[in-house]
């Protein structure tokens, strides 16, 4: 974002939203892909607390509290248009209504999946495509995958673009809803995420711009790169320096595209008389390396990948004299107990904190479960440095990010770090202490050790 400092990014009306309200610069998403960050953000629960701690898709979600829930027992109309990628895909999670873009899901578009479950039928944008488009019609036509790192602008015309479609909807349940009712309406893009398939209009702004490099780090495995830099969805790659710049050029342009519509909705709020009386909160459930360090796509334990955007804004009488910029660490479960304060409700029994209160957290304990040897990860950051945990080969790394926040140099050998790095070391320890997957005694680490996505009691909370 332009108001986080980015040297090539423009987004006009995110930059609008963090001056007239706070901006969290160190805001992160715990358990950095789409499943367990969603589940922190609609629950308000640490990733240890949701049982999800990796990706997988399929896992019922039976969450006993969540943010819409909660909001629709305290008086408010929910609404969720846009992504929502829980399982069953049509689920409610506590909303009044659901009009469900989930973007492209492999595993919802088997052949042998029930048909009112295959995502061709549950998806309502598919449906409108369709309607519009004819039967053939979809997302992929333009033939980019829906992790990969390959951009080309959107085939069809701009207003039938999923961003578009989400505001476009969003607009017209401002239409039709129940004036006497307060509303929480969800407003979830796909975008940015893979595909970066923005309009041409958007690939325009960056084309011919001097791109700022991805960042590069004394840690990177170049060798991974030059192994699987050619292949469309690796999580190392691309390895063609064109290619490189292409794919920021459409990420650039999905992210411009976003704020745009995002302007759009505001105007749509400003219209109806809303917008003093309504409370925004802007934020993503992972980054995108985008070739920073060799390496492509989320759920890695690096900036890129779990940092993410938190923009709190609204009048003055909701929010108080605001504090245009606040340094505390955030994360996505702090939404809710947010929220939930707003609306004059209780938020006991949730792990995350209020961002209207005082109270801060000095570290935070995030980590990722997947398969292949330094793909799962458990870290602990703080406001200024970070410590990296890889269990199945114990490696570890150390980053100073107040000296160096593009994470150029790994200290965890550095002498003048040791200190820190036992610290940071023993408070892992603790939070993993008598885990399911045996990675800490509360004494030792241990490493070796691998597991899974989905807690078992993942199932059926």
């Known amino acids: 974002m332009g108001v986080a400092g980015h040297p090539d990014v423009k987004t006009p009306y995110l930059d609008t939203l963090a001056e007239k309200g706070i901006y969290f610069p160190n805001a992160y998403s715990a358990c950095p892909s789409c499943v367990p960050a969603r589940a922190e953000l609609m629950t308000g629960l640490s990733q240890r607390h949701t049982g999800r701690v990796g990706y997988e898709d399929g896992v019922d979600w039976n969450y006993r509290r969540?943010?819409?829930?909660?909001?629709?027992?305290?008086?408010?109309?929910?609404?969720?248009?846009?992504?929502?990628?829980?399982?069953?895909?049509?689920?409610?999670?506590g909303f009044h209504n659901v009009i469900l873009h989930d973007g492209y899901l492999q595993a919802y578009r088997k052949a042998s999946l029930p048909f009112y479950e295959n995502q061709l039928v549950a998806d309502d944008y598919f449906h409108?495509?369709?309607?519009?488009?004819?039967?053939?019609?979809?997302?992929?036509?333009?033939?980019?995958?829906?992790n990969s790192w390959v951009a080309r602008p959107w085939l069809y015309d701009e207003m039938s673009h999923p961003t578009n479609w989400v505001v476009t909807e969003c607009i017209d349940f401002l239409r039709r809803r129940d004036r006497r009712m307060p509303f929480f309406l969800m407003a979830s893009f796909v975008r940015p995420h893979a595909p970066y398939d923005a309009p041409q209009s958007y690939f325009d702004l960056y084309k011919d711009k001097n791109l700022k490099p991805p960042a590069e780090g004394d840690w990177d495995d170049r060798q991974a790169l030059k192994e699987n830099?050619?292949?469309?969805?690796?999580?190392?790659?691309?390895?063609?320096?064109?290619?490189?710049?292409?794919?920021q050029v459409g990420y650039y342009g999905c992210i411009t595209h976003v704020d745009h519509q995002i302007g759009r909705l505001l105007q749509a709020l400003e219209?109806?008389?809303?917008?003093?009386?309504?409370?925004?909160?802007?934020?993503?459930?992972?980054?995108?390396?985008?070739?920073?360090?060799?390496?492509?796509?989320?759920?890695?334990?690096?900036?890129?990948?779990?940092?993410i955007p938190m923009i709190l804004s609204g009048s003055e009488r909701f929010l108080g004299r605001c504090r245009r910029v606040d340094n505390r660490l955030a994360e996505l479960r702090d939404i809710m107990p947010t929220l939930l304060e707003l609306a004059g409700?209780?938020?006991?029994?949730?792990?995350?904190?209020?961002?209207?209160?005082?109270?801060?957290?000095t570290y935070l304990h995030g980590e990722h479960q997947a398969d292949g040897l330094d793909r799962g990860n458990?870290?602990?950051?703080?406001?200024?440095?970070?410590?990296?945990?890889f269990p199945q080969s114990g490696r570890e790394q150390y980053f100073n990010l107040a000296e160096d926040p593009e994470e150029t140099h790994n200290g965890i050998c550095d002498s003048g770090y040791?200190?820190?790095?036992?610290?940071?070391?023993?408070?892992?320890?603790?939070?993993?202490?008598?885990?399911?997957?045996?990675y800490s005694d509360g004494k030792h680490l241990y490493e070796g050790k691998t597991g899974k996505a989905?807690?078992?009691?993942?199932v059926g909370q």
């Not at 938020?347 to 957290?361: A, K, P, V």
């Not at 458990?378 to 945990?389: A, G, L, R, S």
């Open 229 to 247: 830099g050619r292949i469309y969805d690796s999580f190392c790659g691309p390895g063609d320096p064109e290619m490189i710049r292409q794919q």
């Open 66 to 93: 969540t943010l819409a829930g909660e909001l629709s027992k305290a008086g408010y109309y929910t609404q969720c248009i846009g992504k929502m990628h829980v399982h069953p895909l049509r689920s409610l999670m």
């Open 454 to 458: 989905s807690l078992d009691f993942a």
């Open 128 to 146: 409108w495509l369709k309607k519009e488009r004819g039967l053939e019609a979809d997302i992929i036509d333009t033939g980019i995958q829906c």
């Open 418 to 438: 040791q200190e820190r790095i036992q610290l940071l070391r023993q408070i892992l320890t603790e939070e993993l202490k008598g885990c399911p997957e045996g």
């Open 345 to 361: 409700k209780d938020s006991c029994g949730l792990d995350g904190i209020s961002l209207l209160d005082r109270e801060q957290r």
């Open 378 to 389: 458990q870290f602990i950051v703080t406001e200024t440095d970070k410590y990296i945990w």
């Open 271 to 307: 219209s109806q008389e809303l917008l003093e009386d309504t409370i925004v909160v802007f934020s993503s459930d992972h980054g995108e390396m985008l070739s920073d360090h060799c390496l492509n796509r989320k759920a890695m334990p690096y900036q890129g990948s779990i940092r």
